[in-house]
């Protein structure tokens, strides 16, 4: 079974007020066995749209990473993530498959 990922790119207007959502989200995405293989960081867009800040978070599995962002504790968290930022979410299921 292959893993999932979110990969979010977000700007945030208030890092003051964003730190609520950081310490908010631990508790879901522990729960839910999530690993950040991307926090921020130094990048490159050689092409598209960009924004401020990328995160790349594995789950086990696609089923595990919905039932993370659907769950009442990442709900709660995105509530006070919003108000601080503009972003966008893409939850996607990783490939197994043969490679080149």
């Not at 130094?42 to 800040?53: M, T």
């Not at 601080?84 to 893409?90: C, Q």
Request: glycine letters at 8%.
């Amino acid at each position: 079974m292959p893993k999932a990922y979110w990969i979010v790119h977000i700007d945030v207007s208030n890092p003051e007020g964003y730190k609520a959502y950081v310490a908010a989200n631990a508790e879901p995405l522990r729960k839910y066995g999530a690993k950040f293989l991307v926090r921020g960081g130094q990048f490159e867009n050689p092409e598209g749209k960009v924004r401020s800040r990328n995160v790349v978070l594995e789950f086990p599995d696609y089923a595990t990473a919905l039932a993370c962002y659907n769950s009442p504790e990442y709900q709660r968290a995105i509530a006070l993530r919003t108000p601080h930022s503009t972003g966008d979410v893409m939850i996607i299921e990783g490939y197994d498959g043969p490679q080149p």
